[in-house]
């Protein structure tokens, strides 16, 4: 079997508990980042790679959202905030210049136990929301019957089992349109300086804010969305952004 032309990127926004459920951010998302290869390879790795040496020096940082928030770590440069807004300036520079496509399910988790006496589990919801799209995107390009690989962290050796018997499960068939689907999971540890996990990682939180607060001022969605899949007629929701329930 040949390899798609494109990799795929996966990573969480919110944690998946429907146990204890965090009043400010009360929502799961899964965001699916697929890129070209070649793209990936030729632009994306170096540009992310200069945004890193600028800012800390070298390129073992690991960007992700929680910490540049947070400014920990590495990100405690951004306490200054003139190298703040300089960074974040380039970093929406560096997403608004990327191509990539843009999939993404977010669970909003209350409404999501309201309505279900046993929900299943978020992040398996999710992941199939997003595999069905993204199988659609494929066949939109004439991809469906090559092998795309789909890459996530790690997150503990029982959540990661059942992810892959998930993952398995919907590419047998078990999704909306009862097709299989040419897809492999790479697990990858938490750490790993993979751009594109760290894309994913970006894009993430923004998106459940804009869930939730539609109308409130947010730049990072401003950015991202015009790198969501779309239907021919430019609509994202259902195409692009599955919100649930």
């Not at 790993?192 to 869930?211: E, K, M, T, Y």
Request: hydrophobic residues 40%.
């Amino acid at each position: 079997m040949k390899f798609c032309d494109h990799v795929v990127f996966v990573d969480e926004g919110g944690d998946h508990s429907l146990t204890s459920i965090n009043a400010e951010y009360p929502v799961f998302v899964l965001a699916f980042c697929v890129f070209e290869k070649e793209r990936y390879a030729d632009r994306v790795l170096p540009a992310v790679t200069r945004l890193k040496f600028k800012y800390f020096g070298h390129d073992a940082v690991v960007l992700h959202e929680h910490g540049i928030r947070k400014q920990t770590a590495a990100f405690a440069i951004l306490t200054d905030r003139a190298v703040r807004a300089r960074f974040l300036d380039d970093l929406n520079g560096l997403m608004t210049e990327t191509e990539f496509t843009l999939i993404a399910c977010a669970i909003r988790k209350r409404e999501f136990l309201a309505r279900y006496a046993n929900p299943e589990h978020p992040y398996d919801l999710a992941m199939e929301f997003g595999l069905e799209r993204l199988g659609r995107w494929l066949d939109e390009r004439g991809q469906r019957d090559r092998l795309t690989h789909v890459v996530c962290e790690q997150r503990g050796l029982r959540e990661d089992r059942d992810l892959e018997l998930a993952f398995r499960r919907v590419c047998q068939g078990s999704n909306a349109t009862g097709s299989t689907l040419a897809l492999d999971l790479v697990m990858v540890d938490k750490m790993a300086n993979s751009a594109g996990l760290q894309f994913s990682d970006l894009v993430a939180r923004p998106i459940g804010r804009h869930v939730l607060q539609p109308d409130q001022p947010n730049r990072a969605w401003d950015v991202l969305q015009g790198k969501f899949r779309t239907s021919p007629g430019g609509r994202l929701e259902g195409w692009g952004l599955k919100v649930f329930p």
